[in-house]
């Protein structure tokens, strides 16, 4: 059973057309806005765990960084994912070099009396 003809259906081809410019932009604003939250947050963080000292801030920087750097597209600047996550553990580094007891939580105080 061989076909001389041309097996292939004209009426089945569908050409290419690449997407325009505006429809990637427009996919681009609506993408996820996380990855920024996060980064904003954590170095919001990073910053009262620095000045103020308080751990928790530390440590909640730190888990910010991590949501930000894993949320993140390939096309986002590295340079602040890094400086963020670099901020963030500095942070819990020196919360713990200034004050090296661990963290006691408000609850353990109100459950004690």
């Known amino acids: 059973m061989q076909q001389n003809?041309?097996?292939?259906?004209?009426?089945?081809?569908?050409?290419?057309?690449?997407?325009?410019?505006?429809?990637?932009?427009?996919?681009?604003?609506?993408?996820?806005?996380?990855?920024?939250?996060?980064?904003?947050?954590?170095?919001?963080?990073?910053?009262?765990?620095?000045?103020?000292?308080?751990?928790?801030c530390s440590w909640l920087a730190l888990v910010c960084s991590c949501i930000s750097f894993a949320n993140t597209r390939t096309s986002d600047d590295a340079k602040q994912i890094v400086s963020s996550f670099m901020l963030s553990v500095s942070a819990v580094v020196m919360s713990y070099l200034q004050n090296p007891s661990p963290i006691i939580p408000p609850w353990v105080t109100l459950l004690q009396s």
């Open 5 to 56: 003809g041309d097996p292939r259906r004209s009426n089945r081809i569908v050409r290419y057309k690449p997407l325009d410019a505006t429809a990637n932009q427009q996919q681009a604003v609506s993408d996820d806005p996380l990855p920024e939250y996060m980064n904003v947050l954590g170095m919001i963080f990073s910053m009262c765990g620095l000045m103020i000292r308080m751990k928790w």
